[in-house]
């Protein structure tokens, strides 16, 4: 109907006879442009004795756009669809979809941190489907959608940052005349033409929320009936949270890439689901919700000073470490403010006491009253459920801890004393940071505080005996050089470690001066292992992707993230993982891999050995999981994998590599080798899911 004036118009200003077999292909077919911008549309003719073409914007949503001669669209935000006719056969014409956003700080930073395609659309506007992103249904408006009992909600499905994985869901008991999957990836809507299926293909570059797919029948011209399937998707890699990494610092709140932090240091997720980040160089206390809305709660930004209070009204110096309480009698969390030398405490009201300490008063002092107790720049902290707080009191080189019985009391280290002994009263410390406690993960009975001190990991049992776990206090390093010792302990492997974390049975570490997030797990023997989860010293930062995980020999690619400058670290009762990077706020949802993952399998032709210039046939198998009680073989799982080879020497490669997707069964490559000398053939796989797993078999070119 929309086109029936414009055609008659063309048809009379043009004089022309109707042609056969003339179409029109216009492009881009669908596009995402921001309120301001401009969009030039191009449309092809073919078998006709000219191409000019005519243009027209039609309204499906919005205040109206218009487009010029040219092909060029400009409009307010809305949908709107394009159209072009040919004029050399008015019956041939093509239509293009177009969304318009409104001009927001959040969606122009999005090209920026995520590229391009992060705003590529993928949605159906001409029928009427819930709009997960607004109150209302898009498609014609007159339509009435009759909404039907729909089924529950799927199984968790877990997806790869930025792989193509197919996202399922349960088998309709009737055939839909459309389907539609949509969800909102870091708060912007994705949707997807599902009609006729039970999966898509989705590329997650964000975390992903409210997803759904929504089946719709038409019972006459505008009615129509609707059933929902709710699914529950999440993205494993690191993830963009709140703030912008390539963004100038800066204190204002918003949501998610719009907000901006100076430098967050301190994390803590409350038992609300809301995290709340110390941003010392701001002088205030943020909290992130899970719709990703940052707020400052506490403080005033760039007005330091020492005031409690209710929320607004106190004020903090330089405030770095945060803790949630877990016993609901307390507050809320407790605030390390390193300026003030004091600890303070947030109740659930959002009022701020001073806990302990005094005011501007750094010192060593213990008492049974914590406000006439005296602390010098204290850092990390954490909460047990006895409703005793431990502080990391890094001017004192001393663990305390403030006891509702006892007052506050030195645990371990000798007030003043700076050293990197272990032992009990002989411990000493050399610059604590972050502090954390859990259940014990190398062997030692009972729960445990684990402390970043200098260049290691300290255990602090409960009695106060003091071990080094990782590390060298006094010497910074890098991991994975070399074969793995026997023990850790002493080995420089870690560069000012800051935030610490246990997600049993793994201590996490933001390793600062490596640029990553370092995992401390137990191995073979009863020793710990250190493997790299997150970033790295050689990758360029800042980047979302897919995680390390451990790999210990990788040449790295565009799909993996990178840190730029990690501290903080919190984690969440479902097994995520928050960081505090630079300027930004980013999250790793199950950042370590289930039981029972196994790895690939190399099988190599001729063996180890091979002569240069000939062929080397690598066959393989890719990661496994446990299969039912039945059956006799671990079940493949489908993944993407690369096969790299390696100079053990340089790390340069020696060979092309190869690349390609595994469905199950066994994959092969072909890798032929000029120079003489030893080589690491190297299988990385990555699951559909994010996890990745490497085998490397090292063999000798002749």
């Known amino acids: 109907m929309l086109l029936r004036p414009l055609r008659a118009a063309l048809l009379a200003a043009a004089g022309l006879a109707l042609g056969a077999q003339v179409q029109v292909a216009l492009a881009p077919r669908q596009a995402v442009i921001l309120s301001g911008d401009k969009l030039a549309f191009t449309a092809q003719v073919f078998n006709a004795a000219h191409a000019e073409v005519g243009w027209a914007v039609a309204t499906i949503a919005g205040a109206g756009a218009r487009i010029g001669a040219d092909g060029v669209l400009r409009g307010t935000p809305g949908l709107y669809r394009v159209t072009a006719v040919s004029l050399a056969d008015l019956s041939a014409w093509d239509t293009a979809s177009v969304q318009i956003l409104p001009d927001h700080q959040a969606l122009r930073t999005v090209r920026d941190v995520l590229g391009p395609e992060a705003l590529a659309p993928r949605w159906s506007d001409a029928l009427p489907f819930r709009d997960l992103a607004g109150p209302g249904r898009f498609g014609d408006p007159r339509a009435q959608v009759i909404e039907l009992g729909g089924a529950g909600c799927a199984g968790q499905q877990t997806v790869g940052y930025g792989l193509k994985v197919p996202v399922l ?221 431990f502080v990391a009191d890094r001017g004192n080189h001393v663990i305390r801890a403030i006891s509702p019985a006892t007052g506050v009391t030195t645990l371990a280290g000798l007030p003043g004393a700076a050293g990197t002994a272990d032992g009990t009263s002989q411990a000493r410390f050399s610059g604590l940071r972050g502090l954390a406690i859990g259940r014990a993960v190398d062997g030692a009975p009972g729960r445990a505080l684990y402390a970043a001190d200098g260049h290691s990991v300290r255990r602090v049992g409960l009695d106060g005996s003091v071990a080094t776990l990782c590390g060298d206090p006094a010497v910074a390093g890098a991991p994975g050089a070399g074969p793995a010792p026997q023990s850790l302990a002493g080995v420089p492997c870690l560069d000012r470690p800051h935030g610490i974390a246990v997600l049993w049975p793994r201590i996490l570490v933001a390793d600062r001066g490596n640029r990553a997030i370092q995992s401390l797990r137990p191995g073979p023997g009863g020793r710990l292992d250190l493997f790299t989860l997150a970033g790295g010293r050689e990758l360029a930062a800042p980047r979302f992707g897919l995680l390390r995980d451990g790999i210990r020999i990788l040449p790295p690619g565009s799909e993996y993230g990178a840190l730029a400058d990690p501290a903080g670290l919190a984690a969440d009762p479902w097994g995520g993982l928050y960081i505090a990077d630079a300027r930004c706020v980013v999250q790793a949802p199950e950042p370590l891999p289930p039981a029972g993952l196994a790895g690939p399998d190399l099988r190599l032709s001729p063996g180890g050995r091979v002569r240069a210039g000939l062929a080397l046939e690598v066959a393989f198998t890719g990661p496994r999981v446990p299969g039912e009680p039945e059956d006799e073989l671990d079940r493949p799982v489908h993944c993407f994998w690369r096969l790299d080879c390696l100079d053990p020497a340089s790390g340069g490669p020696a060979a092309a590599p190869a690349r390609g997707e595994l469905r199950g069964g066994t994959g092969s490559a072909r890798v032929a080798f000029e120079q003489e000398g030893e080589a690491d053939v190297v299988l990385t796989c990555v699951t559909a899911e994010g996890w990745s797993t490497q085998e490397v078999v090292r063999i000798r070119v002749e």
């Open 169 to 389: 869901w349960p088998r309709w008991n009737l055939l839909p005349d459309a389907q539609m999957l949509s969800y909102l990836e870091s708060g912007e809507p994705v949707r997807i033409d599902a009609t006729g299926g039970l999966c898509c293909l989705i590329q997650a570059r964000g975390a992903v929320t409210r997803a759904q797919v929504e089946a719709l029948n038409q019972s006459s011209r505008y009615l129509w009936t609707s059933r929902v399937q709710q699914l529950r998707i999440r993205v494993r890699g690191l993830v963009p949270l709140a703030g912008n990494p390539v963004a100038e610092p800066g204190d204002a709140d918003g949501s998610w890439l719009s907000a901006r932090f100076r430098r967050p240091l301190g994390l803590a997720m409350l038992a609300s689901g809301v995290l709340v980040a110390a941003d010392p160089e701001a002088h205030v206390l943020r909290t992130i919700s899970s719709d990703r809305e940052v707020v400052t709660r506490w403080g005033a930004a760039g007005r330091p000073g020492h005031l409690d209070g209710l929320q607004g009204h106190a004020r903090f110096r330089g405030p770095t470490f945060v803790a949630a309480v877990p016993w609901p009698a307390g507050p809320s969390f407790v605030v390390s403010d390193s300026g003030n030398h004091v600890i303070r405490a947030v109740d659930a009201l959002g009022r701020v006491t001073t806990l302990a300490g005094g005011p501007g008063e750094p010192g060593h002092l213990d008492a049974a009253d914590p406000l006439q107790a005296r602390f010098d720049d204290p850092q990390g902290l954490a909460v047990d459920s006895d409703g005793t707080i």
